[in-house]
């Protein structure tokens, strides 16, 4: 896979700060949802996922937040690493049971 | 265990042909599912196969069209190829069906039409 989009939203952060990235969804009927990493050169990488009926997820320096109320996802990243630099998407997934993905946000760690 | 492939990586047709790109799930898996990435339009879900089923299928022209082998392994077929057909398709495999679980995704092909 290769870098995706000329115009994504694009986020800078200094190396060892937090990060968040934020995603609205479309379809208040979805119940999962999902982040992916992708990388240059690479397809996307699964990181968290989060049902419906909850809130919120932890993973291994990852937080995943879900606002039901008004459709909104977010990532939160801790302590970035050089290695996080990458494109990030949030998939929803809604009762066809087909993935539908955001636009993605180039996430930039800064030395 | 080794990740899903994907051949060829990349492609050069001419429009008005026709292509066919494969994909090899990770061991086990018996989902396989195919997406479209371009810069205009993002991922799109083209379609999911298990156990050799079509299980669903995205908003694309008949001419994309996809099987499924006993052995999981699944191709994806592009007819009268357009312009706009230039992209990063990618397929994932999963254990589970219908895009809940982590699917893993190959690196893709990278089809140029000309």
């Known amino acids: 896979g290769e870098s995706v989009g000329l115009h994504l939203p694009t986020l800078s952060v200094q190396e060892g700060d937090n990060s968040i990235i934020n995603c609205a969804y479309s379809?208040?009927?979805?119940?999962?949802f999902i982040w992916y990493k992708q990388e240059s050169g690479k397809g996307p990488q699964f990181i968290i996922d989060?049902?419906?009926?909850?809130d919120k997820r932890q993973g291994q320096r990852v937080t995943v937040l879900l606002n039901k109320t008004v459709k909104h996802l977010s990532l939160q990243i801790a302590a970035t690493q050089p290695g996080d630099s990458a494109v990030y998407f949030c998939?929803?997934?809604?009762?066809?049971?087909?993935?539908?993905f955001g636009t993605g946000t180039r996430l930039t760690i800064i030395p | 265990k080794a990740g899903v492939t994907q051949t060829p990586r990349y492609l050069i047709k001419t429009r008005g042909q026709q292509v066919t790109l494969s994909c090899s799930p990770i061991?086990?898996?018996?989902?396989v599912s195919w997406y479209q990435q371009t810069p205009g339009q993002g991922l799109q879900f083209l379609f999911e196969?298990?156990?050799?089923?079509?299980?669903n299928k995205g908003n694309f022209p008949g001419r994309f069209s996809g099987r499924q082998f006993s052995n999981s392994r699944s191709e994806m077929n592009v007819s009268t190829l357009e312009l706009g057909d230039s992209a990063l398709y990618l397929c994932?495999?999963?254990?589970?069906?219908?895009?809940?679980?982590?699917?893993?995704f190959g690196p893709g092909t990278r089809l140029t039409v000309t």
């Open positions: 061991s086990g898996h018996r989902s």
């Open positions: 998939a929803e997934k809604g009762g066809n049971e087909k993935l539908t």
């Open positions: 196969y298990f156990s050799e089923t079509q299980r």
């Open positions: 989060i049902r419906s009926n909850m």
């Open positions: 379809n208040s009927a979805s119940d999962y």
């Open positions: 994932a495999s999963s254990s589970l069906a219908g895009a809940v679980g982590e699917q893993y």
